[in-house]
């Protein structure tokens, strides 16, 4: 069982090849339909079933994930190979670095990225916690101080609590989408 990464363009050389891998995206539906390398499935990462996978691809069928820029699907490699997957590989730098590497996307609906949701929600927290500090009681500085807590943990440990809670909104999930 391996775990390793690969760069678009060796992505580009396996899809072209005779054993072609299954790619799979892990990024939320809206993020999926804004852009995609051809040929992606989209399993996000919140519902990742890895005993579906394997039930739907085999277990010797090699997995490439890819996410935005990697993290996401690292994340599901470990979820795969711990599931048992024979072969498991993450997409480095993501959707982006293949873009930009030439690989054929399809493109859709634009869409505010995870990203950028978190820093607005961190954002809007934050002040709002100063504000109600100041005029409300000073205790409620406690919120600012939980998000800023929350920001080192996720940078940390390269896992997002709040992300994971924004991919789950109705507007980042297929049918929707906010700009």
């Known amino acids: 069982m391996t775990t390793q990464s690969l760069s678009p363009g060796e992505l580009r050389e396996r899809l072209a090849g005779p054993a072609r891998p299954r790619l799979i995206d ?6 999926f339909r804004e852009v995609h ?13 890895p005993k579906g996978l394997l039930a739907e691809f085999g277990p010797d069928q090699e ?10 699907g ?24 293949c873009a930009a590497a030439g690989l054929p996307v399809t493109r859709g609906k ?8 978190v820093r607005i929600a961190a954002g809007t927290l934050v ?11 000073p205790w409620l500085l406690g919120l600012s101080a939980l998000v800023g807590a929350g ?19 109705p507007w980042n999930q297929a049918g929707s989408c906010s700009a």
């Open 63 to 72: 997995l490439v994930f890819i996410c935005k820029a990697g993290s996401r």
């Open 110 to 117: 634009q869409c505010m990225s995870l990203e950028r949701q």
């Open 74 to 97: 690292a994340t599901a490699c470990g979820k795969l190979a711990a599931a048992g997957a024979g072969r498991v590989l993450n997409v480095e730098g993501g959707t982006e670095a």
């Open 37 to 49: 390398v051809d040929g992606a499935v989209n399993r996000p990462l919140d519902r990742l079933d």
């Open 26 to 31: 892990v990024r939320t539906p809206a993020e």
């Open 127 to 137: 002040v709002l916690g100063v504000v109600l500090g100041v005029l409300v009681h």
């Open 151 to 169: 920001l080192v943990l996720a940078g940390v440990t390269n896992t997002c609590g709040m992300g994971m809670l924004l991919a789950k909104m």
